[in-house]
């Protein structure tokens, strides 16, 4: 994979990709000029993919064993040069959750993960399968750091870190998707709020692109309810997520949640997140 131009990679939730093909991301991805695509909740076969895809794509999936349910992809149009599902307990590589790829990019390697954390209800044993998740990803991203410097964990991971994250934060604060003990994952990952290297070296040291680049603003968000006016008065959640190692995130040069114009186009209950990585500097270093 040549890094001549910025390296563009997207992330998006499909909520299943045959529907989303026939509601039009077939478009979208032919419009956008991506070069590696994460997808979750895929919900459909390795054949499906491929059919929907087309031949120029290079396609990886991870499969749930419980059919129509989640599933992780990463599409390239440069083949991986090894892929992984490695979170460990058999509970989750069974699951559809995880996907690594390892692809190289002018003689450097980035890895780059395809994760989907399933969305919990409070007190109840979908909440604690999602910690058992989260704590299993905690435990595999000190080891993808040294495994390589440029690494990248792109999925949905229905957590709302910050205030800024959720629209209505107050009213949801009792609720999975933004619970305290949700939430301080994110703080080990990334720094708390108001640590002095939020962001930038606290926590276990990786960066929320997405935060990064947006700012301290609200949003961008990048799925809305499908109830109500949730989408027209953009009262969202950010729960699709770049994070990346610091030189990865370092070489970052553009940024963009593709939030359809109106409703009635949209493809999914979440938008893609777009980012465009220029290595020239990384592979320099």
Excluded: C
């Amino acid at each position: 994979m040549s890094a001549a131009k910025p390296l563009r990679i997207a992330s998006i939730n499909t909520n299943g990709v045959r529907a989303a093909y026939r509601k039009g991301m077939g478009d979208w991805l032919n419009a956008r000029d991506i070069d590696i695509l994460a997808i979750q909740e895929v919900r459909a076969s390795t054949e499906d993919l491929e059919g929907l895809l087309g031949p120029d794509w290079n396609i990886l999936h991870d499969a749930a064993t419980a059919k129509g349910r989640a599933g992780v992809a990463l599409a390239s149009r440069a083949g991986a040069s090894i892929h992984r599902v490695a979170l460990g307990a058999e509970e989750f590589d069974s699951a559809g959750r995880w996907l690594e790829a390892d692809y190289e990019v002018n003689g450097q390697i980035i890895t780059v993960v395809s994760t989907y954390v399933h969305s919990g209800e409070t007190d109840t044993p979908k909440q604690v399968e999602k910690y058992k998740f989260l704590d299993a990803m905690i435990a595999r991203l000190p080891e993808l750091s040294r495994h390589s410097s440029l690494a990248l964990v792109l999925g949905d991971l229905n957590v709302g870190h910050r205030t800024l994250d959720i629209k209505n934060w107050r009213g949801n604060k009792k609720h999975a998707g933004f619970l305290p003990e949700e939430r301080e994952y994110f703080d080990r990952i990334l720094g708390a709020e108001g640590d002095a290297l939020y962001n930038a070296g606290a926590g276990l040291g990786w960066v929320d692109v997405g935060r990064k680049w947006a700012g301290e603003v609200e949003g961008p968000y990048t799925w809305w309810s499908q109830r109500g006016q949730a989408f027209d008065n953009d009262t969202g959640w950010r729960l699709d997520y770049h994070l990346a190692s610091p030189e990865l995130a370092a070489s970052v040069v553009s940024y963009a949640v593709d939030r359809a114009a109106a409703y009635d186009q949209r493809w999914s209950d979440h938008s893609p997140v777009v980012v465009d990585y220029d290595l020239s500097g990384a592979l320099n270093s």
